[in-house]
């Protein structure tokens, strides 16, 4: 059901409330060392931030996810097992699973699946707010995970990619507002501007361009949220961004990953005739 009104200002504060139980039920039934014991802890992280000037040249993160609090259902038939493998093929240059189950319909499982069957970078998309979840994203696969300014303090913030980097995962730090580059660590890599705000999940598109000039120089910027169009990607390309995390647009196809081959076979058409029409 897709929530609405009222309801959805106070989303943000619903997923936090419901991750904190989360977290608590996995440590009892789950604990760390369990974890730890997993086949694919010890294996070797593919770095997100060198998979995006890799494949087409685009940096696009294309999402699995199956439904939304703001959307619903955006495709209940689709498995990350046959999905992300097209993605790659298509161009993608790496793949984010969301794994929150109670609200975006996604599990642990679905991770693993990607893991399964793909060779390229996964980031595991989550609302992470303890370390328990950090090691956990370890254990089911994940390259890089998120960490999301709206819902973690500077130092959980510093705290959190610490123990990431131990482990050899790599961190997309996603902030909303000017606000969230007061949070980020100084040696934040990857910074994620998200155009959707998460209280109530509407989008507003001009928020990267007016976030990108204030990001740390040296770090790999990427637009997130409400890329619907291969012109609109270009333009954030233009202004600075070097990655773009797509999602609802390929998921709400009957085929992700033949959207996602279309969606790049349109952006190198348009690239083709900027150089046409704008020869350096």
Do not use: W
Not at 30 to 42: G, I, M, N, Q, T
Not at 197 to 210: A, G, Q, V, W, Y
Not at 262 to 275: H, T, V
Request: charged share 30%.
């Amino acid at each position: 059901m897709t929530i609405t009104g009222e309801v959805m200002i106070r989303i943000l504060e619903k997923i936090t409330n419901a991750q904190r139980a989360e977290v608590s039920r996995k440590k009892k039934y789950v604990p760390v060392p369990e974890l730890e014991k997993s086949p694919l802890f010890p294996v070797a992280v593919r770095p997100l931030s060198a998979s995006l000037p890799e494949r087409n040249g685009y940096g696009i993160i294309a999402e699995f996810k199956k439904r939304s609090p703001s959307r619903g259902i955006i495709n209940s038939s689709a498995t990350p097992g046959e999905v992300c493998p097209r993605y790659f093929d298509a161009g993608a240059s790496a793949v984010s699973v969301l794994t929150n189950g109670r609200f975006f319909g996604g599990s642990n499982d679905d991770l693993l699946q990607a893991r399964a069957a793909c060779e390229g970078a996964i980031l595991r998309k989550e609302f992470i707010i303890d370390e328990y979840q950090v090691i956990e994203s370890k254990s089911i696969g994940a390259d890089a995970i998120l960490l999301i300014a709206d819902i973690l303090t500077g130092k959980e913030m510093r705290d959190l990619s610490r123990l990431a980097s131990s482990l050899g995962m790599e961190v997309l730090f996603e902030i909303h507002d000017t606000g969230g580059i007061d949070k980020l660590p100084g040696d934040a890599r990857l910074i994620g501007v998200n155009s959707r705000n998460l209280d109530n999940f509407t989008i507003d598109m001009e928020i990267p361009e007016k976030i990108i000039g204030r990001l740390p120089e040296g770090s790999i910027r990427i637009a997130e949220s409400g890329i619907d169009s291969p012109q609109k990607l270009l333009e954030l390309r233009r202004a600075g961004f070097e990655g773009f995390l797509i999602g609802e647009m390929f998921m709400k196809q009957e085929d992700p990953g033949e959207s996602c081959r279309e969606f790049i076979e349109s952006l190198n058409r348009l690239a083709a005739g900027d150089r046409v029409n704008n020869p350096l």
